[in-house]
T-cell receptor, first 114, second 113 residues
Framework: EAGVVQSPRYKIIEKKQPVAFWCNPISGHNTLYWYLQNLGQGPELLIR????????DSQLPKDRFSAERLKGVDSTLKIQPAELGDSAVYLCASSLAGGRYEQYFGPGTRLTVT | KNQVEQSPQSLIILEGKNCTLQ??????????LRWYKQDTGRGPVSLTIMTFSENTKSNGRYTATLDADTKQSSLHITASQLSDSASYIC????????????FGTGTRLQVTL
């Protein structure tokens, strides 16, 4: 069974440019998470979806970050415009519904903003 | 504020040696505690998960303990191997329909020859 798939794995952009990350969760997992992980730190939740509904986006910087999960399966996280401080690894995870179950993480997208 | 603190921040050990990583938390109400292993350039992978009533759980050479009274957990690695080199992250979940995970900053373990 395939795990959580993310693309691209690496992205280098100049500041003020837009960027988008894509995530395909494990089949049957209704809950999808986007995390930001800075070097040497633990992941920090950006947004959590239950199916197509964003149930927790309190930590998402909405002035420049947006996310969507239109059909309740794969998801896209966008940053526009990117800032130098956005350089980090963006992790996607999925679990069975409800948030009480084991989360399975994708390999992440490493973003470098120059 | 829910917090998870891990120690040491980093650790270097010789192959074949044992080591113990520590995790202290202040998350409430407590649901479960998980240890994840994160290899460089990869996402975290679950090693163990323990609920309130469990005080020890093993996964191969990894043994996790939980003391819910003192809100402490440890991860013991026996007979370390080079492939154990990774970051180990302690994650505590709170209860409720909108349960949230609080992540520690991790312990970076390096196993050398």
């Amino acid at each position: 069974e395939a795990g959580v798939v993310q693309s691209p794995r690496y992205k280098i952009i100049e500041k003020k440019q837009p960027v988008a990350f894509w995530c395909n969760p494990i089949s049957g997992h209704n809950t999808l998470y986007w995390y930001l992980q800075n070097l040497g730190q633990g992941p920090e939740l950006l947004i959590r979806y239950e199916n197509e509904e964003a149930v927790d986006d309190s930590q998402l910087p909405k002035d420049r970050f947006s996310a969507e999960r239109l059909k309740g399966v794969d998801s896209t996280l966008k940053i526009q415009p990117a800032e130098l401080g956005d350089s980090a690894v963006y992790l996607c995870a999925s679990s069975l519904a409800g948030g009480r179950y084991e989360q399975y993480f994708g390999p992440g997208t490493r973003l470098t903003v120059t | 504020k829910n917090q998870v603190e891990q120690s040491p921040q980093s650790l270097i050990i010789l192959e074949g040696k044992n080591c113990t990583l520590q995790c202290n938390y202040t998350v409430s109400p407590f649901s479960n505690l998980r240890w994840y292993k994160q290899d460089t350039g990869r996402g975290p992978v679950s090693l163990t998960i323990m609920t309130f009533s469990e005080n020890t759980k093993s996964n191969g050479r990894y043994t996790a303990t939980l003391d819910a009274d003192t809100k402490q957990s440890s991860l013991h690695i026996t007979a370390s191997q080079l492939s154990d080199s990774a970051s180990y992250i302690c994650v505590v979940s709170s209860t409720g329909t909108a349960s949230k995970l609080t992540f520690g900053t991790g312990t970076r373990l390096q196993v050398t020859l």
